[in-house]
């Protein structure tokens, strides 16, 4: 396959092509899904909790990112590969600018922030300076404290409201992508067909341009609590390529998620 890009994942979203992404923190499973033909491969900072055992994302470093980010880079062909900015590297325009130079220097294409109207003059920052954004809004886990725990956003009418200006606002800064995470399935169509972005869900319902899961949950590893969203898709696969082949078969397809995944 041809390389992913930007222009390319527009384009899917156009055509209603669904985009496949996936987390991602070493060169083994970073050959192994490009060659499953994954579009983004994400290096997460969910690597605090199913890498490093943390019981949050907030210990995780930019150094911490970085390492796994230039792992992945180095497996990686094809896929567009995301590095999250980590808890506290994008307080202001310029810190998050120094952070995302030193994740694109290691091999990311784009870089992932939490936030809405608060990040609009960064993500413009980082834009005007060449890094491509993926914003990310709903369940925010670096804000877990402020949120009280990891929790369905956007259900009353007001919340699904401002849901949608944050994604108006962080597509009209620049943002090129956006995770949808944790929200009601019809807002989560409701905000993609406000925007011209693609957006990408994790628990947003079907009618996202795209799906994204943690590679632990989907090989059924993780021995935490298990998300609604989460399908292990190991089950019935007698390989670890076969069940990344059938999560990419099944978003295409819209068969993931079902409802019985979404709120
Ligand atoms: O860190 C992560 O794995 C993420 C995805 C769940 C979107 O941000
Ligand atoms: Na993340």
């Known amino acids: 396959r041809k390389a992913v890009s930007i222009p390319g994942l527009a384009a899917m979203r156009e055509q209603g092509e669904k985009i496949t992404m996936l987390t991602c923190y070493d060169a ?3 050959a192994l899904m490009d060659r ?7 290096i997460g900072d969910s690597l605090g909790m199913v890498c490093q055992g943390h019981t949050s994302t907030l210990p995780v470093t930019v150094a911490d990112i970085a390492y796994h980010t230039a792992s992945v880079a180095r497996g990686n062909q094809k896929a567009l590969v995301v590095a999250d900015m980590p808890f506290g590297s994008y307080a202001t325009p310029e810190s998050a600018f120094n952070h995302a130079v030193q994740l694109i220097q290691a091999g990311a294409h784009m870089v992932k922030l939490e936030g809405g109207h ?7 920052f980082l834009t005007e300076r060449a890094i491509p954004v993926c914003a990310h809004l709903g369940l925010t886990p670096q804000s877990v404290h402020q949120l009280g725990g990891y929790k369905v956003q956007g259900k009353t009418t007001a919340a699904a409201d401002l849901l949608k200006a944050e994604a108006l606002a962080v ?4 943002a090129s992508i956006l995770v949808l995470e944790a929200i009601p399935a019809a807002l989560g169509k409701e905000v993609t067909e406000a925007l011209r972005i693609p957006t990408i869900g994790i628990g947003a319902g079907v009618d996202c341009s795209g799906q994204v899961l943690v590679m632990h949950d989907l090989l059924g590893v993780f021995p935490g609590r298990k998300a609604r969203f989460v399908k292990n898709f190991m089950d019935g696969q007698s390989s670890i390529d076969a069940a990344v082949s059938a999560y990419v078969a099944a978003v295409k397809d819209q068969s993931f998620p079902a409802p019985e995944h979404c709120f």
């Open 171 to 174: 597509q009209a800064a620049g």
């Open 118 to 124: 608060w990040l609009a003059p960064t993500i413009q």
């Open 36 to 42: 499953c033909g994954v579009e983004m491969l994400l």
């Open 28 to 30: 083994s499973f970073a």
